[in-house]
Nanobody
């Protein structure tokens, strides 16, 4: 079974930075893709950033140039570095990992709250 544990959320002022971590149980090299999503109450969960097993990355337009996704295979951890944070970045951030394109092989962490406010 895959377990994902997020950490690093919190309260930060506009313009500040946070780094989220997603620690996986076992090797992350087995995942075809990992990513960070975010969700605010009453809205759908949206992709923020993703990283493929090849190392290729993709970002939502709203975070390009501010957020960076990376991974450390030795630590089985994926990170999301968030800079120049804005109030509209406030959300619960979830880590996702996918073993394959088959149904039932996508896994989620419990989420971590990020609040950007002065």
């Amino acid at each position: 079974q895959v377990q994902l544990v997020e950490s690093g959320g919190g309260l930060v002022q506009p313009g500040g930075s946070l780094r989220l971590s997603c620690a996986a149980s076992g090797s992350i090299s087995r995942f075809i893709t990992m990513g960070w999503y975010r969700q605010v109450p009453g809205k759908q969960r949206d992709l923020v950033a993703g990283i493929l097993s090849s190392g290729s990355t993709n970002y939502a337009d709203s975070v390009k140039g501010r957020f960076t996704i990376s991974r450390d295979n030795a630590k089985n951890t994926v990170y999301l570095q968030m800079n120049s944070l804005k109030p509209e970045d406030t959300a619960v951030y979830y880590c996702n990992a996918r073993l394959s394109m088959m149904a039932g092989t996508s896994y989620w962490g419990q989420g971590t709250q990020v609040t950007v406010s002065s």
